[in-house]
Nanobody, 119 residues
């Protein structure tokens, strides 16, 4: 059974940093794409970053230079280091994973973690 574990988030002041992690379990010999996206009330969901089982990584252009991705292929897990945070980064950050195990494609959702940046 595939499970998502999200960690991190919290409250910081402008200019601060936070680290988020998203780890999958139950995906041995499966393909996967893991994505961080963020949600703000009244706005569309915004893509933040992704990794996949082929070794690809991707991060939103608007966040490059402030947000950095690292990964642990063994778990697998995706780590998002967020620097120089501003109030505009305040959102619920959620991890979702699309998995392909033995020909079966599934989508899995994390519960989300809150990031609050105060001015």
């Amino acid at each position: 059974q595939v499970q998502i574990e999200e960690r991190g988030g919290g409250s910081v002041q402008t200019g601060g940093s936070l680290n988020l992690s998203c780890a999958l379990s139950g995906v041995i010999n499966c393909g996967y794409v893991m994505t961080w996206y963020r949600q703000t009330p009244g706005k569309e969901d915004e893509f933040v970053s992704s990794i996949d089982s082929d070794g690809n990584t991707n991060i939103a252009d608007s966040m490059k230079g402030r947000f950095f991705i690292s990964r642990d292929n063994a778990k697998p897990a995706m780590y998002l280091q967020m620097n120089s945070l501003s109030p505009e980064d305040t959102a619920t950050y959620s991890c979702k994973a699309r998995t392909a195990c033995k020909g079966v494609n599934q989508m899995h959702w994390g519960q989300g973690v809150q990031v609050t940046v105060s001015s």
